[in-house]
């Protein structure tokens, strides 16, 4: 041993070797390698203390999910923030309606029949003919019209998952059969069905079994009935590809059955465009709920519904012009707001899409 | 010898295509014993893992058709076993361990939910504390580094290592009697093959579980398999254990692949390779289905008309070949693979 420890001129010529090919780490000094191994040692000082301090203050690595990854996207697009932000704030006007509006839909003020809009008395969007507040209306009719297109979103989308994941999941004859089914309700010609069980369904509640079936639900119902089969579509669609890949047969060999795979393993992959055709069902009912309503099918007065509260206002014209321009501005907002939330989420939710800066 | 936990017999499986059918699996017979790590080898399309995955209920019916036989699992056949008694045998005591991690996991399901998820498929009471707990474990067992924080995780923050690890650890979560492992190496590179093998072997450890092993690497069957199935155009042509197989198979196509071995320890210019192609499972020769590339053969009349049956050789009656002229074979045609055993060992 001691004939390997280095004499202090042959340290300090070492450390001169060290400190000149400094970097070049495990590159043995000149001075034999028993020498130089014990001379590396002491040389940690310069560029060590620099590498370890750019390890320390380098990137953390944090892992994201892909909800993490979702969200970001999400809030990079500023028009669906801002739609979502306008979405709450309409949505908590009608859950909270009676709170918020100034008067009941039913009230009548009679010294103020079919009032422009003004700051008084708090008729903000005028009166109408029989001079019922028109904020506090509008606010009952987005409350119905809302409830309504939820409630059509829900339905349709339960229909339409399930349809569509037992169709492609099992494939062959049910698929078919499912399939045809679905075309069926496709060819028929939407509003002349509309129309017709509107009519046939009546305009008042009905009482089925221990259930009341209020007339917006009714409503409801008949659109959920015609709404479901675009999901259907897209669901068959993406189960038909998931059902063949690895995952799903790792699952089986693993003892899954059917309806765990369908629900456990392939259900959580279609979430993306479930989510956005969802957003997109919303729109479109109420869209169409108003239709309905301005031709007199949809909801029943004394229900305010958003196209019904059009129906009454376009009677007089021009003259009383708040009657049709408030809840038609209310139906464009929500429905954009709704169609960006449904844009956002879908770029938002489709994992191949990176986040740019 | 202890009786078989798995005993396939007479296993004839087809698949009709427009093409014709197609005769994936003839006439196979196999053992599985506890606690053994039994090795099926042949190349693509030999049948390997069809008669594996009919035996689960596994291959889509139709096309596929099991024609004749059994796959007696404790004496219960599985190919005549009501649906849902064959689910609770699927994942509970038959489990398997597929080829391609990267796909084979559900991308949006956490690793640790979808481990926990084959626990609660087979024991539906279990707290999801419990299962937390059982699954960190498994990750610890087949060498999951931090398994408590990577239980939360996704599959594509794992390796392809890693991800074929935790397909173990799912195997095994419900302490398997047959582990069933399809090319559990085969989509991995070299270092993390070696890694897995370990694992492999943690892994029945654990279980005691009966493996068999899928694969068509012989160098994977060197080091894990006690005992050897060759499989070749759906038929068994050998079946030996390990040591015999490599030291003196008694049917040529064996010989072949022997021959056929690259050597790191032989100064070699050219691989040896079998001549001529697999047959077409559509339309086989007749005869023994080896005979047009068998260099041993030489065109003997035998070969051309006559199915070889499996026969025994030695003492126990455990080395079976399916060649006429089997004794015939002397054991020096066979070089490469006794040294490559020996290499492993």
Known sequence: MSDRMPTSDQRAQDNETVHMSRGNVGRPAAGGAGVGAMALPEEPSGAGADLTLSYESGVELKARSQWAYARIRFFRHRLAVASLVVLILVAFVAIFAKQIAPYGYDELDLENIAAAPTLEDHHWFGTDLLGRDYLSRVIFGVRTSLWVAVFVAVLSTLIGTAFGAVAGYYGGTVDNLLMRFTDLILTLPGLAVLLTAAAYLGSSSSQVGPLTISQPMKVGLILAFLFWTGLARIVRGVFLSLREKEFVEAAKASGASDMRIIVRHILPNCIGPIVVTMTLIIATAILVEAALSFLGFGIQPPNPALGSLIADGQVQGFETWWLVTFPGLVIVIIALAVNFIGDGLRDALDPTQRIRA | ?345
């Open chain 2, 1 to 345: 010898m202890p009786d078989p936990v798995l005993s396939i017999q007479d296993l004839t499986v087809e698949f009709n295509t427009e093409d014709g059918v197609v005769h994936a699996v003839t006439e196979v017979s196999y053992d599985l014993f506890p606690g053994e790590t039994l090795g099926i080898v042949g190349e693509s399309g030999s049948g390997k893992s069809v008669s594996v995955m009919s035996m689960l209920g596994l291959i889509p019916v139709p096309p596929g058709k099991i024609v004749s036989g059994q796959a007696l699992y404790q004496g219960r056949d599985l190919l005549t076993m009501p649906k849902k008694q064959l689910r609770n045998v699927r994942g509970g005591e038959v489990a398997m361990i597929f080829q391609d991690p990267m796909t084979s996991l559900n991308p949006v399901l956490t690793i640790g939910d979808q481990i926990a998820e084959a626990i609660q498929t087979h024991h539906p009471g279990t707290s999801d504390g419990d299962a937390r707990k059982r699954v960190v474990h498994l990750l610890e067992v087949v060498g999951v580094p931090s398994a408590e924080r990577r239980f939360d995780q996704y599959p594509h923050e794992f390796s392809g290592g890693m991800r074929q690890r935790a397909m173990i650890a799912m195997a095994i979560a419900n302490d398997p009697a047959v582990l069933i492992a399809d090319e559990p190496t085969t989509a991995l590179d070299v270092t993390i093959q070696a890694q897995i093998v370990e694992v492999m072997r943690a892994a029945q450890e654990e279980t005691d579980a009966a493996i068999i092993l899928i694969t068509h690497d012989l160098g994977l069957i060197a080091e894990l398999a006690d005992r050897v199935v060759v499989m070749y155009a759906g038929r068994v042509v050998e079946l030996a254990d390990v040591y015999t197989i490599f030291n003196a198979p008694r049917h040529p196509y064996t010989v072949g692949l022997m021959n056929s071995l690259a050597r790191v320890d032989m100064d070699q210019e050219w691989l040896k390779p079998i001549p001529g192609q697999p047959p077409s499972l559509l339309n086989r020769p007749p005869g023994c289905v080896f005979h047009p590339r068998c260099e041993f053969s030489q065109g003997r009349e035998r070969c051309r008309t006559e199915v070889p049956a499996l026969r025994s050789f030695g003492e126990g009656g455990m080395h079976l070949s399916a060649c006429h002229f089997a004794e015939e074979l002397a054991a020096q045609h066979v070089t490469a693979g006794a040294a490559a055993v020996e290499a492993s060992s």
